[in-house]
């Protein structure tokens, strides 16, 4: 049995926005109807495809190893490396940085498409000038968008630990051979079996921060769980021992059980991998996301549930082992109560 209990405080709905009267001689109980209709059913953004722009965030995750592998193209990787960068010899030779500084770069690179992405969505500039709907019904933490891209980027429990962890087991030789190798092209197969191997290795390590000692969860992940109603950018703030536990010993053991990937396929789910995680901290509903759950991956609003009440959605990128282990609740489960309509 877990030692931290679930939340027993009732939260209403305390700054929803209220569509304007368009009746200028409405009667007074006219606008109380109105103002009572918004509050059961939030002010939402309006029908279109355009916020739909947004899913080409998951291919841009990408950019970097696709370019790289493209025969057709001048950014194939053997037209813009000499050979004696990449061609490795395990047996004899310690191995090179380039496969390493690409992998933090491919990191990046899918950074600088999703933020952008997610600065217009938030302004509502790609719905007409409407924001997007926050998850939870208090609504959205109020923040400086460079406030937030700064204390993102600067955490050393974040980017800073995840690069001293890669360049560490990637220049000491401790992952499988065939990660160094630069033959083929992403193997997508093994890019999904990466990331199913990293959240259930990832779910283990959570429950047990949660369950095995009230000492452990206070040293670890509970600094992560000060953030009820979590922004985006605070999917890596929170603790060295956190990432090491719920992180980085997860990378290494799922380098070590899928053993046969190249450096492009490795490449592809680290990026996918720290871009879905920082997504699923989003404070705003995506289009996408009822499609998603429907497939059992995972959503902000799904996380949001665990970050609120504690005790369900210890997966994060999909949820089959909460369901599987009986921990998962549905966001539609607390609406409107803690979640809006439509999370």
């Not at 997610?118 to 924001?131: E, P, V």
């Amino acid at each position: 049995m877990c030692l931290i209990s679930e939340p027993t405080e009732t939260i209403l709905p305390n700054n929803v926005e209220c569509d304007k009267l368009t009746s200028q001689d409405a009667s007074g109980m006219g606008k109380k109807e109105s103002i009572s209709q918004n509050l059961r059913f939030p002010t939402t953004v309006k029908p279109s495809l355009l916020p739909w722009l947004t899913v080409a965030v998951w291919p841009l995750m990408s950019t970097l190893p696709l370019l790289l592998t493209e025969d057709d193209l001048p950014t194939q990787y053997s037209k813009v490396f000499p050979s004696e960068w990449y061609n490795h010899d395990p047996m004899i030779e310690r191995p090179k940085p380039l496969g390493l500084i690409l992998g933090i770069c491919a990191v990046v690179v899918g950074h600088m498409f999703l933020l952008p992405i997610f600065y217009l969505y938030r302004q509502g500039s790609l719905s007409g000038g409407i924001k997007p709907t926050s998850i939870q019904t208090k609504g959205e933490r109020k923040y400086e968008f460079f406030e937030g891209l700064k204390t993102h980027l600067t955490q050393p429990e974040g980017f800073i630990l995840l690069s001293i962890y890669l360049s560490s087991t990637w220049m000491m030789g401790y992952m499988p051979s065939s990660y160094y190798s630069f033959d083929g092209a992403i193997q997508w197969s093994r890019v999904f079996l990466c990331l199913v191997t990293q959240d259930f290795v990832q779910y283990i390590m959570h429950r047990l921060e949660h369950c095995v000692s009230h000492t452990l969860y206070q040293k670890s992940h509970k600094p992560h769980h000060r953030f009820t109603n979590p922004r985006l950018f605070d999917a890596f703030n929170g603790s060295v021992a956190d990432t090491v536990l719920m992180i980085l010993i997860p990378l290494y053991i799922t380098a070590h059980i899928v053993r046969d990937c190249n450096v492009w396929t490795y490449m592809a789910f680290g990026s996918m991998y720290a871009n879905w995680l920082v997504l699923i901290h989003s404070e705003y509903v995506f289009p996408w996301d009822s499609s998603f759950r429907a497939l059992g991956l995972g959503t902000p609003g799904d996380h949001h549930v665990h970050h609120k009440l504690f005790v369900y959605n210890y997966g994060h990128l999909f949820l089959w082992f909460d369901q599987l282990g009986g921990t998962y609740r549905s966001p539609k489960d607390y609406s409107p109560k803690l979640f809006n309509h439509g999370t």
